[in-house]
Nanobody
């Protein structure tokens, strides 16, 4: 399974960005798809994840970020609004299915004026 993420970049505080991640390859099913992020010297942390019909968000992103999934395209999206400088990180796409977890290559999100 390959995960291709896109949509990162530089945005001003209060701005918005949309990340996309498409899964390709051979797999029977993907149960979970989501996003994690990591800054230098810190552990990778959950941003948001969708599993079946449920979604979970980190407390720091609730109300500002929205995760959605297109099952037909095996694609997950992260709409980020009201971005803050502390949202600056490398964002990684994640997928889990059939007992295996997969990571995308990461996309940089920088929130700065």
């Amino acid at each position: 399974v390959q995960l291709q993420a896109s949509g990162g970049g530089l945005v001003q505080p209060g701005g918005s960005l949309r990340l996309s991640c498409a899964a390709s390859g051979t797999f029977s099913s993907i149960r979970d798809m989501g996003w994690f992020r990591q800054t230098p010297g810190k552990q990778r942390e959950l941003v948001a994840i969708t599993s079946g019909g449920s979604t979970n968000y980190a407390d720091s992103t609730k109300g500002r970020f929205t995760i959605s999934r297109d099952n037909a395209r095996n694609t997950v999206y992260l709409q980020m609004s009201s971005l803050k400088p502390e949202d600056t990180a490398v964002y990684y796409c994640y997928a889990y299915g059939s007992g295996n977890g997969y990571w995308g290559q990461g996309t940089q999100v920088t929130v700065s004026s």
